[in-house]
């Protein structure tokens, strides 16, 4: 089979490999689009724990169910899937066990033609969405739900600032919080992207790389009931003043790095929740897809790129000009 193939650390090419078969309990997957996540971008870059090549990456992909291995119905053959990346959270809500892993590394990913799952992993392709579409959805989707829903517990009428609004998971975080009937309001470094995430509902937005725009923004539009950042990093801090007293702050994400300095008194005077969160569990999967059918939700996609130019799917991610979801179609 034709793959995706990193041999290095930014040593990307497209390879021929053995197509892979089903194992016991397992369902192979002729996979019709994948997805790329800032997560493929930190293992391609060598930024990311567990490293290891060759490795196919990629977490997201939609496909045809084409064989089963044993033990699994051979109904699924001929279905349209959606591929559940977090292998092995195991039983618990409260968080993932210790053999968690994330589709595409340390396991082959879906850059490829073909990729085999536990059948476990896999849901039917809710039926309004394109290959694309439902391609992007699983690992930012569920991200995003998991953070506001089931950390955050977002109610309607609340209101939700979401940071750097040109990530696959904060388009997802803004499509989620207005389908519940909440008030979304928006960070992002380029004006083109605050437009079009006012044209999707976001109340308001502010460009985070102009100086002191926490403070302006706080008094203009906050304080907010719920912050999503996936940035972290300096400003990371600053979110805590954006915060309502009682207010709960999750974040998944540390693409800035490590905050710094915490205002500590702020968060225990005003009662603040800080709510670390990662992926989701395999009921917050069901749910986020539950969502995404009954409400019509179409994620966002930025470009399409055929497998053949998968490096250049990366650089766009890599230099942050997407706007949603970088698909890759197989
Ligand atoms: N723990 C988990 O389970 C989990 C799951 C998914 C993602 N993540 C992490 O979450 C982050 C986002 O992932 P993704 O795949 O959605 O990323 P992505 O699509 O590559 O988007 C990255 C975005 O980060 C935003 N950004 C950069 N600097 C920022 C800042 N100072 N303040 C606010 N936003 C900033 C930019 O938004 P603008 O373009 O609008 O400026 C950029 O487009 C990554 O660090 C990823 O590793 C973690």
């Given at each position: 089979m034709k793959a995706a193939v990193?041999?290095?650390?930014?040593?990307l090419g497209i390879d021929h490999l053995p197509t892979p078969v089903a194992a016991p309990g397992e369902v192979l997957v002729r996979i019709r689009a994948a997805a790329l996540n800032h997560r493929d971008v930190w293992i391609k870059t060598g930024q990311y724990a567990g490293l290891k090549f060759p490795i196919v990456p990629g977490s997201d992909g939609a496909g045809e169910v084409c064989d089963t291995g044993p033990g699994v119905d051979r109904d699924w053959i001929g279905r349209e899937v959606i591929i559940n990346p977090g292998l092995d959270w195991g039983h618990q809500e409260k968080a993932q066990e210790l053999r968690f892993s994330i589709l595409g590394l340390p396991k082959d990913g879906t850059l490829a033609e073909y990729v085999h799952v536990p059948v476990s992993q896999i849901a039917l392709k809710p039926g309004h969405l394109s290959w694309e579409e439902a391609a992007a959805l699983p690992l930012a989707g569920l991200t995003a739900y998991r953070a506001l829903f089931s950390r955050a517990r977002l109610e309607a009428h609340e209101k939700i600032l979401i940071t750097g609004i040109g990530a696959g998971t904060a388009l997802f975080a803004l499509q989620f919080a207005l389908a519940v009937g909440a008030i979304p309001f928006v960070t992002s470094s380029s004006p083109e992207k605050l437009a079009r995430a006012r044209q999707m509902g976001a109340r308001h937005g502010v460009l985070?790389?102009?100086?002191?725009w926490a403070k302006d923004f706080g008094d203009h539009y906050g304080p907010f009931d719920v912050v999503i950042d996936?940035?972290?990093?300096?400003?990371?801090?600053?979110l805590v003043d954006l915060c309502a007293p009682g207010g709960r702050l999750v974040f998944f994400g540390a693409t800035r790095g490590n905050s710094g300095d915490m205002p500590l008194r702020k968060i225990f005077w005003r009662q603040i929740s800080l709510l670390g969160s990662t992926m989701g569990s395999p009921s917050d999967f069901d749910a986020m897809v539950k969502l995404v059918s009954t409400k019509g939700i179409h994620p966002t996609i930025s470009q399409v790129f055929p497998l053949e130019k998968v490096a250049d799917a990366f650089e766009l991610l890599e230099e942050g000009r997407q706007f949603g979801k970088v698909v890759v179609s197989v």
């Open positions: 990193l041999t290095g650390i930014n040593t985070y790389t102009s100086g002191n996936s940035a972290g990093g300096p400003g990371f801090a600053e």
